[in-house]
């Protein structure tokens, strides 16, 4: 079997058309809406990463504000800069990119943050509400891996769900969201014993735990469907996610590929959350 390809940058391009005509929509209501970004420190990755969610806000017609800060910003500095955010009627969403520099307790950042503009999904209220069901701001990741497992029509109900990795960003929400579509679910972590034995049983086994080529052919269940969430270099410093691509492609029955599976839908996932917080506002 050669897996079918879930193309991240194509359902991106569909689902940000759409957001386009929320947007207008919203305009049409005297509204734009606003996105700012806050990056502290000099962090490559964080930057590419930041530069990227700029330009996708511009793609479908929210306005964004950068903020940069240099890495000796202090707390205390960057909890006001968030409550100006927080004041401004003209900002619906707020996103501080993690990791903070290491002087800076980032759940105290992200607890500072209005629920009703965390459009990561992050604080206390919106992790609590996806733990009881309720809506509330899904974090971007793994919200993107839903729509894409909804997209190839993967029936979730009864299904074996494992998640690699139990970070608060991506392995926990996943794992409530693939709960609360009636999957039976496993999460599996660095302490975890026979981690292949657990994989085995994937109906849609989820890799998000930022080690290269992890997950290889033998662990995965022939016609599992694979979500690699991975954004990892390679020996060569080529961009390669948790699973070992060229493998498992003959094994399972779909794969995302990294670059150009995950990535683009987190981003996705973060224009879909700013525009609902616009349209929130105006309900
Ligand atoms: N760092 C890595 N992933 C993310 C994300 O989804 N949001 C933020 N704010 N920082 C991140």
Request: proline share 6%; with cysteine; hydrophobic share 45%.
């Amino acid at each position: 079997m050669t897996a079918q390809l879930i193309d991240g940058v194509a359902l991106s391009r569909q689902l940000r058309a759409a957001l386009r005509e929320r947007v207008a929509a919203l305009n049409g209501r005297g509204c734009r809406p606003g996105l700012a970004v806050i990056l502290v420190g000099d962090d490559p990755a964080s930057q590419v990463y930041v530069r990227n969610k700029v330009k996708a806000c511009a793609e479908v017609g929210i306005h964004s504000v950068l903020q940069t800060h240099p890495a000796s910003l202090t707390e205390q500095a960057l909890l006001q800069h968030i409550d100006a955010l927080n004041a401004d009627p003209a900002i619906h969403g707020i996103l501080v990119q993690l990791p903070l520099p290491p002087h800076i307790d980032a759940q105290r950042v992200i607890e500072a943050i209005a629920p009703d503009k965390d459009v990561d999904g992050f604080h206390v209220a919106n992790a609590g509400a996806l733990m009881v069901g309720q809506p509330g701001f899904r974090p971007c990741t793994p919200y993107g891996c839903m729509k894409m497992l909804e997209h190839i029509g993967c029936a979730l109900r009864g299904k074996h769900a494992v998640v690699i990795g139990r970070s608060n960003i991506v392995g926990k929400p996943m794992a409530m969201l693939l709960l609360q579509a009636h999957a039976t679910v496993t999460i599996c972590h660095s302490a975890t014993a026979e981690l292949a034995h657990h994989t085995r049983q994937a109906d849609v086994l989820v890799a998000a735990v930022g080690r290269p080529a992890l997950v290889t052919a033998d662990m995965v269940k022939p016609g599992a469907v694979v979500i690699d969430v991975g954004m990892n270099r390679d020996a060569t410093g080529k961009l390669c996610g948790d699973v070992d691509f060229e493998g498992v492609r003959q094994v399972a029955s779909w794969i995302t590929p990294v670059p150009g599976g995950v990535g683009p839908m987190t981003i996705t996932m973060l224009l879909t959350n700013t525009v609902e917080a616009a349209e929130r506002r105006l309900t």
